[in-house]
Antibody, heavy 116, light 107 residues
Framework: QVQLVQSGAEVKKPGASVKVSCKASGYTFTSYYMNWVRQAPGQGLEWMGI????????TYAQKLQGRITMTRDTSTSTVYMELSSLRSEDTAVYYC?????????WGQGTLVTVSS | EIVLTQSPGTLSLSPGERATLSCRASQSVISNYLAWYQQKPGQAPRLLIYGASSRATGIPDRFSGSGSGTDFTLTISRLEPEDFAVYYC????????FGQGTKVEIK
């Protein structure tokens, strides 16, 4: 069974960076594109970007360009999302999700709180 | 960039009733790359429908998707208690976009 397990909750100060991990199991890791999607409290879903199966190609949402970096480690079947220069509006649950045109499965989510 | 608009914002229905959710795109969606997700409080979204009308693995047949171009619909034929949740549509085009969601609540 395909499963994505994310790292635990984080609390960061404004201006800091956060790196969230997403470990895959149950399928061939290098077969799937991986996405990151976030959800601010009480809000809808916002797509952040996608990384190719090999990790060589990434595409990021325009509003996050310059602050976001996605990487993947095929040796550990783990994908990472790093967001820098954090501000209060980055407080959200961050999800990884496999797929290219649509997303399945999803990780359980990681709450990132940005607060001074 | 394609914008997806979902309606209504909230749908108040009773178990056993039919739910019809709409998702309208600002431009035609390429090759019907349109998906629907269900999200319950405190949980990650779950894929229900992909390619506008194909049910994902394990999704009951009371869920159906239809539409093409700019107008898409998710129908739940008879609401079960576990179906009360928020539903999102999502498209893949030059970028990825989600609709703002429709909440299906118990009347």
């Amino acid at each position: 069974q395909v499963q994505l397990v994310q790292s635990g909750a984080e609390v960061k100060k404004p201006g800091a960076s956060v790196k969230v991990s997403c470990k895959a199991s149950g399928y061939t890791f290098t077969s799937y594109y991986m996405n990151w999607v976030r959800q601010a409290p009480g809000q809808g879903l916002e797509w952040m970007g996608i990384i190719s199966p090999t990790g060589r190609n990434t595409t990021y949402a325009q509003k996050l360009q310059g602050r976001i970096t996605m990487t993947r480690d095929t040796s550990t079947s783990t994908v990472y999302m790093e967001l820098s220069s954090l501000r209060s509006e980055d407080t959200a649950v961050y999800y990884c999700a496999a797929g290219y045109f649509w997303f399945d499965p999803w990780g359980q989510g990681t709450l990132v709180t940005v607060s001074s | 960039e394609i914008v997806l608009t979902q309606s209504p914002g909230t749908l108040s229905l009773s178990p056993g009733e039919r739910a019809t959710l709409s998702c309208r795109a600002s431009q035609s969606v390429i090759s019907n790359y349109l998906a629907w997700y269900q999200q319950k409080p405190g949980q990650a979204p779950r894929l229900l429908i992909y390619g506008a009308s194909s049910r994902a693995t394990g999704i009951p047949d009371r869920f159906s998707g239809s539409g093409s171009g700019t107008d898409f619909t998710l129908t739940i034929s008879r609401l079960e208690p576990e179906d009360f949740a928020v539903y999102y549509c999502q498209q893949y085009g030059s970028s990825v976009a989600f609709g703002q969601g429709t909440k299906v609540e118990i009347k």
